[in-house]
T-cell receptor, first 115, second 111 residues
Framework: NAGVTQTPKFRVLKTGQSMTLLCAQD?????MYWYRQDPGMGLRLIHY???????AKGEVPDGYNVSRLKKQNFLLGLESAAPSQTSVYFC??????????????FGPGTRLLVL | RKEVEQDPGPFNVPEGATVAFNCTYS??????FFWYRQDCRKEPKLLMS???SGNEDGRFTAQLNRASQYISLLIRDSKLSDSATYLC????????????FGSGTKLNVKP
């Protein structure tokens, strides 16, 4: 049981480049989330998903897109990276229908530097 | 106004000290409350849930005051390993399963 995993762990991009961050969970959770964390700002929700095939915008969605084609995976895409997107990105998942568990579990994070 | 507010600290305490953090939340419809711990450059991890009647887990005690809309975390007999950032988290189930995070309170336990 790996919990929540994220790839890559670290990436450097040039302005305008694109990339996809992958999040995977093996806990059969219904909900998945992408956050970014910046110094002094706390965790801010980018996008979230309440189930396979559904996504919704969070607090800071601009410049990002997401997809959840499979229940266990949640992808975060940056189409044209900007320096303002330099941050640490955390994926999280929560809620299993069988356990009715509401606790949120986090992946180890992806550090992204946009030059 | 932020959904969840915390004193950023840092709280610098000696080993063995007792330290308390408070956190306020703005949405009276909030239903679930948690304390997470985050070590430097690591992901947040659940420390404990906070129940209406208050709850204790070893050296850690969490309290909820719905009337005043705040939650607290008390750490007794602080250890060096308690040094971390403590995040207050509030959940509002009416808006699917959305979590609101405080910016965190940094604790430094000194020898």
């Amino acid at each position: 049981n790996a919990g929540v995993t994220q790839t890559p762990k670290f990436r450097v991009l040039k302005t305008g480049q694109s990339m996809t961050l992958l999040c995977a969970q093996d806990m059969n959770h219904e909900y998945m989330y992408w956050y970014r964390q910046d110094p002094g700002m706390g965790l801010r929700l980018i996008h979230y998903s309440v189930g396979e095939g559904t996504t919704a915008k969070g607090e800071v969605p601009d410049g990002y897109n997401v997809s959840r084609l499979k229940k266990q995976n949640f992808l975060l895409g940056l189409e044209s990276a900007a320096p303002s997107q330099t941050s640490v990105y955390f994926c999280a998942s929560s809620y299993s229908k069988t356990s009715n568990q509401e606790t949120q579990y986090f992946g180890p994070g992806t550090r992204l530097l946009v030059l | 106004r932020k959904e969840v507010e915390q004193d950023p600290g840092p709280f610098n305490v000696p080993e063995g000290a007792t330290v308390a953090f408070n956190c306020t939340y703005s949405n009276s419809a909030s239903q679930s409350f948690f304390w997470y711990r985050q070590d430097c450059r690591k992901e947040p991890k659940l420390l404990m849930s906070v129940y209406s009647s208050g709850n204790e887990d070893g050296r850690f005690t969490a309290q909820l005051n719905r009337a005043s809309q705040y939650i607290s975390l008390l750490i007794r007999d602080s250890k060096l390993s308690d040094s971390a950032t403590y995040l207050c988290v509030v959940n509002t189930l009416y808006n699917f399963n959305k979590f609101y995070f405080g910016s965190g309170t940094k604790l430094n336990v000194k020898p």
